[in-house]
């Protein structure tokens, strides 16, 4: 198991960066697969980027080149730096993990990018 713990979101206008923080509970050493989604008003819940152990890095195509996920072990912190913010990036985003075939998800972090 893990609790995960995103911070790091707020209000920031169009073409701004923001990075985002996912502090885990244990070591993220060993955990295979972690990464950010986010859900919009009225829409699903999406994937933003994933990161698994062997160095696979997935990214939605609209954020592809904007935003970067990245792990710090020795924090046991997920980050996402979003840069060149736009307003269709205005979600709830979240951590998660998969451990052992099971997701764990923290409470999300409100981004919202408005002028």
């Known amino acids: 198991q893990v609790q995960l713990v995103e911070s790091g979101g707020g209000l920031v206008q169009p073409g701004g960066s923001l990075r985002l923080s996912c502090a885990a509970s244990?070591?993220?050493?060993?955990?295979?697969?972690m990464g950010w989604y986010r859900q919009a008003p009225g829409k699903q819940r999406e994937l933003v980027a994933r990161?698994?152990?062997?160095?696979?890095?997935n990214y939605a195509e609209s954020v592809k080149g904007r935003f970067t996920i990245s792990r710090d072990g020795a924090k046991n912190t997920v980050y996402l730096q979003m840069n060149t913010l736009k307003p269709e990036d205005t979600a709830v985003y979240y951590c998660?993990?998969?451990?052992?075939?099971?997701?764990?998800w923290g409470r999300g972090t409100q981004v919202t990018v408005s002028s």
């Open positions: 998660t993990a998969v451990i052992n075939a099971n997701d764990y």
């Open positions: 244990r070591s993220i050493f060993s955990i295979y697969g």
């Open positions: 990161d698994t152990i062997g160095g696979n890095t």
